[in-house]
């Protein structure tokens, strides 16, 4: 049984920093790809970033780069997003998602991960 299990999430002020994990179980963590998605309230959840398989290639949203650094640690089975510099916008149940890959690429869809945590809230006050 695959599960990926966020957490980390939290009240913070704006300015602050969280860092999010997602252990991932069920799965050959190293075969996967890995992303990291958010919903705000009253919105469509939206990507944020996504890392390959072998660590060597990521991506992230405009809204949020130079701020938040994806990695993931495959020793521990574990993907983290590093969140600096936190804003009000970024307010939002944060999500990560799995997705089998050979090819090294990182994706940046929703409809292409296959698994899915539950999320973990972060709210960011102003």
């Known amino acids: 049984q695959v599960q990926l299990v966020e957490s980390g999430g939290g009240l913070v002020q704006a300015g602050d920093s969280l860092r999010l994990s997602c252990g991932a179980s069920g799965i050959t963590f190293s075969n996967y790809a890995m992303g990291w998605f958010r919903q705000a309230p009253g919105k469509e959840r939206e990507f944020v970033a996504a890392?390959?398989?072998?660590?060597?290639?990521?991506r992230y949203a405009d809204s949020v780069k130079g701020r938040f650094t994806i990695s993931r640690d495959k020793a521990k089975n574990t993907m983290y997003l590093q969140m600096n510099n936190l804003k009000p916008e970024d307010t939002a149940v944060y999500y990560c998602?799995?997705?089998?890959?050979?090819?090294?690429?990182?994706?940046?869809?929703?409809?292409?991960?296959?698994?899915w945590g539950q999320g973990t809230q972060v709210t960011v006050s102003s």
């Open positions: 890392i390959n398989l072998r660590s060597d290639n990521t």
């Open positions: 998602a799995a997705k089998w890959d050979y090819s090294g690429n990182v994706y940046g869809k929703e409809q292409e991960y296959r698994y």
